[in-house]
T-cell receptor, first 113, second 113 residues
Framework: AQSVTQLDSHVSVSEGTPVLLRCNYS??????LFWYVQHPNKGLQLLLK??????LVKGINGFEAEFKKSETSFHLTKPSAHMSDAAEYFC???????????FGSGTRLQVQP | SQTIHQWPATLVQPVGSPLSLECTVE??????LYWYRQAAGRGLQLLFY??????ISSEVPQNLSASRPQDRQFILSSKKLLLSDSGFYLC????????????FGPGTRLTVL
């Protein structure tokens, strides 16, 4: 069975400083990986996805993620945090057979003024 | 463009009462449909998925069931709710085939008392 590990349950940064949210995925020949964001009491919004094209994936709102096969990692970064980035972030891997998603446990990002 | 609807947005139900949550998708045909549940402070767990009318696959044994009476309609039901059924229920769809991005509805917050 697939598993996705988000290494930090909470991350706190100051506004204007870099953001790093860490994720490790199950080894797979050709994984499909995603980052979703969830603001309080809201649904999930897709930030970015990796599907075996470029290893550095750019997403919305200035986020990007780097796929590293040797480390089975897919960490999410942003150069400068905004207050509006405060939310829960989920790293996700798709099961290519069922086309269903396996979610990490989430990382809550706090942005301090 | 495609749109996904869920209702109700919030629901408070007593233990032992029945449940019916509805999800509909507009702007696409023959989508793959999914029900996920997010318990408090946890990631999302896949409950059911469907690749076509009347075709339901269950991921987790429990007192919930799902049905797909029409191509773009997906219903989550229970005959008798348990306290542990409380959570945030999200419906999602993707276009099937080789398309892998899933799009989520706004969610239903269910509280069982």
């Amino acid at each position: 069975a697939q598993s996705v590990t988000q290494l930090d349950s909470h991350v706190s940064v100051s506004e204007g400083t870099p953001v790093l949210l860490r994720c490790n995925y199950s080894s797979s020949y050709s994984p499909s990986l995603f980052w979703y964001v969830q603001h309080p009491n809201k649904g999930l919004q897709l930030l970015l996805k990796y599907t075996s094209a470029a290893t550095l994936v750019k997403g919305i709102n200035g986020f990007e993620a780097e796929f590293k096969k040797s480390e089975t990692s897919f960490h999410l970064t942003k150069p400068s945090a905004h207050m509006s980035d405060a939310a829960e972030y989920f790293c996700v891997q798709m099961d290519t057979g069922r086309r269903a998603l396996t979610f990490g446990s989430g990382t809550r990002l706090q942005v301090q003024p | 463009s495609q749109t996904i609807h869920q209702w109700p947005a919030t629901l408070v139900q007593p233990v032992g009462s029945p449940l019916s949550l509805e999800c509909t998708v507009e702007g696409t045909s023959n989508p793959n449909l999914y029900w996920y549940r997010q318990a408090a402070g946890r990631g999302l767990q896949l409950l059911f998925y469907s690749v076509g009318i009347g075709q339901i696959s269950s991921e987790v044994p429990q007192n919930l069931s799902a049905s797909r009476p029409q191509d773009r309609q997906f219903i989550l039901s229970s005959k008798k709710l348990l306290l542990s059924d409380s959570g945030f229920y999200l419906c999602a769809w993707n276009a099937g085939g080789r398309t892998d991005t899933q799009y989520f509805g706004p969610g239903t917050r269910l509280t069982v008392l």
